[in-house]
């Protein structure tokens, strides 16, 4: 059995920052690529950021520059940190963790941590 867990959300006003982090436990073997996304009211999950299990990351463009992604193999945790934020980054963010479970191979996701940019 697999649990995913992301902490972290909250309110913050437009500019603020925010720090949201994502911890695996569980029968894990391995973890390949981890990733958030974040899926806003009557719109489609949209993929943030990813990270390989080697470091190698990726943004989605309405957050590069803004957006950190980072994790800690050891601790199966991933982090993202969240500078400059704007109102339309408010949305419900959920972690994606690609991980071996002995030879099976499958996707597991958080249950979401809700972020409010607003004044």
């Given at each position: 059995q697999v649990q995913v867990v992301e902490s972290g959300g909250g309110l913050v006003q437009p500019?603020?920052?925010l720090?949201?982090?994502?911890?695996?436990?569980?029968s894990i073997f391995s973890i390949n690529d981890m990733a958030w996304y974040r899926q806003a009211p009557g719109k489609e999950r949209?993929?943030?950021a990813r990270i390989t299990n080697g470091g190698?990351?990726?943004?989605g463009d309405s957050v590069k520059g803004r957006f950190t992604i980072s994790?800690?193999?050891?601790?199966?945790?991933?982090?993202?940190q969240m500078n400059s934020l704007k109102p339309e980054d408010?949305?419900?963010y959920y972690?994606?963790?690609d991980l071996w479970r002995g030879v099976v191979r499958q996707v597991?996701?958080?249950q979401g941590t809700q972020v409010t940019v607003s004044s």
């Open positions: 500019g603020g920052s720090r949201l982090s994502c911890s695996a436990s569980g949209d993929m943030v190698t990351t990726n943004y994790r800690d193999n050891p601790k199966n945790t991933m982090y993202l408010t949305a419900v972690c994606s963790v597991y996701w958080g």
